[in-house]
Structures are given as C-alpha cells and as structure tokens.
C-alpha cells in the first residue's frame, strides 16, 4: 500500500502540511508522495477518487483502490498514516 498527499504548495496550509511530511519522515523513516494537484497527474487524481479538500491524504492498495482517505485539517495521526505505508 502507499499513501498520497494532494495539496497545493503555495497555499496558506502548506506550513502545516510539510511540517507534517518532516515528522513522518523522522517517526516512521518513510516519506510519502506529495501531488499538486494543478499538475496532470495531481489533476487526474482528484477527478478518479473525487478530492475537492486540500490537503487530501489518499491511502491505496497496490491495485491503486482507495482503502482511506482523510480530508483537510488537521492532519490526521502519523500512527494512522503508518499503517498504509510499506
């Protein structure tokens, strides 16, 4: 499984989110993929699983099906997020 964070970078929460990313990495020794969604892939993303909210943390099987997904802040618990990612 993997888990995706879809957030814009200039946008008045981007402090909070990469703050987020740094203490995930320094807890678990794993980093999650961050989209933007104004990118095509980033905009691709959020039309297949709907994310209308940023920033948006998507949890996908290896199959790429939603297994999770939490929505705007705050930013939900690294030991929730940890358990998605390999």
Avoid at 7 to 19: I, L, Q, W, Y
Wanted: proline share 6%.
């Amino acid at each position: 499984m993997s888990v995706i964070v879809i957030d814009k970078p200039m946008s008045e929460h981007a402090r909070e989110v990469e703050e987020y990313l740094h203490e995930f990495e320094r807890r678990t020794s794993k980093k999650l993929e961050v989209v933007d969604p104004d990118t095509r892939q980033g905009a691709d993303l959020c039309r297949v699983y709907d994310v209308v909210e940023y920033p948006t943390l998507l949890a996908l099987s290896e199959d790429r099906q939603l297994r999770n997904m939490w929505r705007g802040l705050p930013m939900p618990l690294i030991d929730e997020v940890s358990y998605y990612v390999q």
